[in-house]
C-alpha cells in the first residue's frame, strides 16, 4: 500500500497547504473588521475627520485581504469531499450542519453587505453604511464561531452515535454538540490571535510611518491604538491560553505530551523543557534546557503532580513531536514577545513618548507578522497535535481520505502551489504597497475612479469640507 | 415524524441553490467570458463595475450547494467530489483567479492586462469545468458501496465536454443580457449584436445535449421518449421554443430587461430537464436521494436555520441589488 500512503500524504500536504495560506486571510479580515467598524462608529460619533481617513485607508487593504479570505475558503469548502470523501461520509450528519449554518448566518452576511461596504460609500447615507460594516464584521464573527465548533467537535467529540452504515450521527442535543467541550476555550483563543494579529499589523504600518514623519495624524492614532490592542489583549491571550492548554489536558493529553516534550511518564512532578531537539526514535528530547517540577506547577497547579507521557500512548496513536514541540514554542514565545511590546508601549504612553520612541517603533515593524507567525504556529500545535486522527480517538486520518490516486493528487497540489504563490503572492504584494503609502488627510476610497459617482457629493467629503474632487490627488 | 419527507424538501432546498447560483453567478461568469471582447478602457471598466459589488453574494450560493450537500446528502457529496476531482479543482482555481482579479485589477494599473487576463481566464475555466461536472454526473459514477471506485478521468467524455462548452455559451449569454440591462451606448449595442449569436448557440446547445440525453442511460431513454409519459415531458421542449421566440423577439425589439429575463428562463427549463432526467436521483442510476440522505435530526436541524435564514439572505440581497440599481458607467453607479 505504499501508493496509497503517498496518495495519503500529498492529500494531508496539500490540506495543510491551503488552510494554512486561507487562515492567514480571517486572522485578519476578523480583527480588521472590528477594527473598521470601531473607526466608522468613531467617526460618526466625534466627526473626526482622522477616523474617516484611517478607515478608508484600512478599507483598501481589507478588500484585498477578504477577497484572497473569500476564494481560499471555497476551496477549503469542497476539499474535505475532494480529498477526504469518507470523513465527510461519516461525520457529514453532524458537522455538515454546522457548516451549513456558517454559511447561512455568516458568509451570505459578509457577502451581502461587502458590496455596500466597498461601493456604496456614496449610494447609501453614513448610518446605512455604518450598518453595513457592523453586518461584516458580525458576519466574520458568527463565521469563527461555526466552523470553530466544526473543528472542535473533530478534536473532542460528544453527543453522536454511530448508525449502521459507520455515520456518526447527533444522538444528544444539538447544543451539546455545538458548544462541546473544547469549544468555548479555543473559540476566544483564536478570536483573540485574530485581533492580535490585526494590532501588530496596523501597529508596524502606524509605526512604519511615524518613523518617516511621527506629526502624521493618521500614523499616531492608528499606532496609538494598536498599542492599546496589544497592551490588553497580549496578557488576556496568555491567560486564555493558559486554559485552553489545561482543557487540552483533560481531553487530548497526548497532545500536550507532544507540546511539552514528555516522552516519558513523570510519577512526582514532570519538568518544564524549555527548549531541546525531541529524539523521537530514542524517545527523549536531547539537549534540554529545563526547570524541574515546573510543568507539573503550570498544568496541575503542584509542584509534585505525577504527570503521564507518551510512555503511556500507543506508538500508534501518538502525534509527531517534533512539529507540535517547535509549533508550540513558536507561539508562546510570540505570545510573549507581544506582552513585551504592550508593556513597552505603555511605559512610553505613561512618559507621553509613545510617537517618539523610535525604537518602540523600529520593535513594532519588526513584530509586525508575529501575529500571522503566532496563529500559523498555534494552529499546527492544535491540528497536527491531535493526529493520527480526524475525529480524535474515533477515526484516523488515513481512513478518512477520498479514494484518489497519487498523481490525481499530486497534480492538484501543484496546481494549488503555483496558483497560491503567484495569486496571493501578488495580493500580498498589493497590500504592502498600499500600507506603505502614507495615510493622508483625504484617503480615497477602496474604487476611488471606478467607482466615483458623478452628482453624488460623498457624505465623507462633505463631513470635511471638501468636494470629492479635491481630495483627489 | 409527520407525513412531509424532509428528504424531498432538501432535495429541493439544494436545487434551489443550484438554480441561484447559476442564475447569478452565471452572468458574472459570462461577463468573465465576453471580457476580451469589450474595449479595453471605460467599456470593460463599466462591465466589471455592473458585477463588482454583488460577485460574492452570488458566489455564495455555490457555497451553499457544496456545504448544503455536506449536510443533508452526505454520501453524496462523498462520491460525487471525488469523481469529479479534476474539473472541480480546476473549477475551484479558476475561482480564485477570477475573484482576485476584480481587486488587483485596480489596485495595479500597470498590469491591468494581466489581471484582465485572469479574470477570463478563471471565468472560462470555472464555467467549463462546472459543464462538464454537470456532465458527468448525468452521464453515471462508478460506484462500489459507499465510494467511488472510477479513475481521475472517469468524467472526460464527449457528452461532458459538450456541456461544458453549452455551459460556457449560456453564461456568456447571461452576462451579455445582464450588460444590456444594466449598461448603454456603444457597450450595449455591442451586447445586442452578441446576444443573438449567443442565443442560437445555446440553442443549439441544448438541442445537442438534449438528444443525446436519453442515451446515456434507460432511465433517460424512458422517462422522457416513452409513451404516455412524453406527453408531459414534450411539454419542455415545447415551453422552449415559445421562451426562445419570445428571446429573440425582445432583442429586435431592442427591449433592456426581457432578453435577461428570457435568458433565464432557458437556464430555468433547462434544469428542469435536468430534474425530470435524474428524479429521484442523486447519483444517477446509483445513488437515490433517500439512500444518500442524512438523518432525521440533522434535516430537521438544518431546516429550522434555513426556513429563517433564506428568506432573510433573499431580504438583504435584494436590498443590496437595489442600492446599486439603475445603469451603471465606467465610474461607477449613477
Request: hydrophobic residues 55%.
Amino acid at each position: 500500500m505504499i501508493e496509497n500512503d503517498l496518495a495519503i500524504n500529498l492529500a494531508r500536504i496539500q490540506f495543510a497547504f491551503t488552510i494554512s495560506f486561507h487562515f492567514l486571510f480571517p486572522a485578519l479580515t476578523i480583527g480588521l473588521a472590528s477594527y473598521l467598524a470601531v473607526l466608522e462608529g468613531l467617526w460618526l460619533k466625534t466627526d473626526k475627520g482622522v477616523y474617516a481617513n484611517l478607515y478608508r485607508y484600512w478599507l483598501k487593504i481589507f478588500a484585498i485581504v477578504f477577497a484572497m479570505g473569500v476564494v481560499s475558503g471555497i476551496v477549503m469548502s469542497y476539499q474535505f469531499g475532494t480529498n477526504w470523501s469518507v470523513f465527510s461520509d461519516k461525520a457529514g450528519p453532524i458537522i455538515g450542519p454546522l457548516m451549513a449554518y456558517e454559511v447561512l448566518t455568516a458568509f451570505f452576511l459578509e457577502a451581502g453587505f461587502l458590496g455596500v461596504m466597498l461601493f456604496g460609500i456614496n449610494k447609501v447615507g453614513r448610518k446605512l453604511h455604518f450598518v453595513a460594516t457592523l453586518a461584516v464584521a458580525i458576519g466574520t464573527f458568527i463565521s469563527a464561531f461555526w466552523i470553530l465548533s466544526v473543528n472542535s467537535w473533530m478534536q473532542t467529540p460528544v453527543g453522536f452515535a454511530i448508525n449502521d452504515v459507520g455515520q456518526y450521527v447527533p444522538a444528544a442535543g444539538w447544543w451539546e454538540i455545538i458548544w462541546n467541550p473544547s469549544f468555548p476555550y479555543r473559540l476566544v483563543h483564536t478570536l483573540l490571535a485574530a485581533y492580535l494579529t490585526t494590532a501588530f499589523a496596523v501597529g508596524a504600518v502606524g509605526a512604519w510611518h511615524l518613523l518617516k514623519d511621527k506629526s502624521n495624524l493618521g500614523a499616531r492614532k492608528m499606532f496609538s491604538m494598536a498599542m492599546w490592542m496589544a497592551a490588553l489583549v497580549a496578557p488576556a491571550q496568555i491567560f486564555m491560553g493558559d486554559l485552553h492548554g489545561l482543557n487540552t489536558l483533560e481531553h487530548q493529553p497526548a497532545k500536550v505530551m507532544a507540546m511539552e516534550g514528555h516522552y516519558q511518564s513523570y510519577p512526582d512532578g514532570a519538568p518544564l523543557i524549555l527548549f531541546g531537539i525531541p529524539n523521537s526514535a530514542e524517545k527523549r528530547v536531547d539537549y534540554a534546557i529545563q526547570i524541574p517540577k515546573a510543568s507539573s506547577l503550570i498544568l496541575k497547579h503542584d509542584l509534585n503532580a505525577p504527570l503521564a507521557g507518551l510512555d503511556t500512548i500507543p506508538d500508534a496513536d501518538e502525534p509527531p513531536v517534533g512539529i507540535v514541540f517547535w509549533a508550540f514554542r513558536i507561539m508562546v514565545g510570540l505570545g510573549f514577545a507581544m506582552l513585551g511590546i504592550g508593556l513597552w508601549s505603555l511605559l512610553a504612553r505613561m512618559r507621553k513618548k509613545l510617537y517618539d520612541w523610535t525604537w518602540l517603533h523600529r520593535a513594532a515593524i519588526v513584530m509586525g507578522p508575529s501575529g500571522f507567525i503566532a496563529v500559523l504556529a498555534g494552529w499546527v500545535t492544535t491540528e497536527v497535535g491531535r493526529q493520527p486522527f480526524t475525529i480524535y480517538g474515533l477515526l484516523r486520518t488515513a481512513e478518512s481520505a477520498a479514494p484518489l490516486d497519487a498523481p490525481a493528487v499530486a497534480a492538484s497540489l501543484l496546481a494549488f502551489v503555483v496558483v497560491y504563490f503567484i495569486v496571493f503572492g501578488a495580493g500580498i504584494w498589493y497590500i504592502f504597497k498600499l500600507a506603505a503609502k502614507t495615510p493622508e488627510a483625504h484617503e480615497p476610497t477602496p474604487h476611488d475612479g471606478p467607482t466615483r459617482t458623478a452628482g453624488i457629493t460623498p457624505a465623507a467629503a462633505v463631513l470635511e469640507g471638501h468636494i470629492d474632487k479635491e481630495a483627489r490627488t | 415524524m409527520t407525513g412531509i419527507d424532509l428528504t424531498i424538501i432538501w432535495a429541493g432546498i439544494i436545487a434551489f441553490a443550484v438554480v441561484v447560483y447559476v442564475i447569478m453567478d452565471g452572468f458574472d461568469l459570462g461577463i468573465g467570458i465576453l471580457f476580451p471582447n469589450f474595449k479595453v478602457g471605460p467599456e470593460r471598466d463599466t462591465a466589471m463595475n455592473s458585477i463588482a459589488p454583488v460577485w460574492d453574494g452570488n458566489e455564495t450560493w455555490l457555497v451553499l450547494g457544496g456545504g448544503g450537500l455536506l449536510a443533508a446528502f452526505p454520501l453524496a457529496y462523498a462520491i460525487i467530489l471525488p469523481a469529479l476531482y479534476a474539473p472541480l479543482i480546476a473549477m475551484l482555481l479558476g475561482l480564485v483567479l477570477r475573484g482576485v482579479a476584480f481587486e488587483f485589477r485596480w489596485r495595479d494599473p500597470a498590469h491591468r492586462a494581466i489581471w484582465d487576463v485572469a479574470f477570463t481566464t478563471g471565468s472560462v475555466v470555472a464555467t467549463f469545468a462546472q459543464g462538464v461536472t454537470l456532465g458527468a454526473l448525468l452521464q453515471g459514477i462508478t460506484v462500489e458501496g459507499r465510494a467511488y471506485a472510477g479513475g481521475w478521468w472517469e468524467w472526460l467524455t464527449p457528452f461532458s465536454l459538450l456541456t461544458g462548452f453549452a455551459l460556457l455559451a449560456g453564461y456568456a449569454l447571461l452576462g451579455c443580457c445582464w450588460l444590456i440591462w444594466k449598461t448603454e451606448g456603444p457597450l450595449q449595442r455591442q451586447c445586442y449584436s452578441y446576444a443573438g449569436r449567443l442565443g442560437i448557440l445555446l440553442l443549439l446547445a441544448i438541442i445537442a445535449v438534449s438528444a443525446a440525453t436519453p442515451f446515456l442511460e434507460a432511465q433517460y431513454y424512458h422517462r422522457w421518449l416513452a409513451y404516455p409519459g412524453i406527453i408531459a415531458t414534450a411539454q419542455i421542449p415545447l415551453a422552449t421554443a415559445i421562451v426562445s421566440f419570445l428571446f429573440f423577439r425582445s432583442l429586435s425589439k431592442r427591449k433592456e430587461v426581457q432578453p435577461f429575463l428570457y435568458a433565464l428562463l432557458l437556464f430555468g427549463l433547462s434544469l428542469i430537464g435536468l430534474g425530470v432526467s435524474m428524479w429521484p436521483d442523486i447519483i444517477p442510476g446509483r445513488v437515490t436521494i433517500w439512500e444518500a440522505a442524512a438523518p432525521y435530526d440533522s434535516q430537521i436541524f438544518m431546516l429550522v436555520g434555513a426556513a429563517i435564514m433564506v428568506p432573510i439572505i433573499l431580504g438583504y440581497t435584494a436590498w443590496a441589488y437595489w442600492v446599486f440599481r439603475g445603469k451603471v458607467g465606467s465610474d461607477g453607479y449613477h
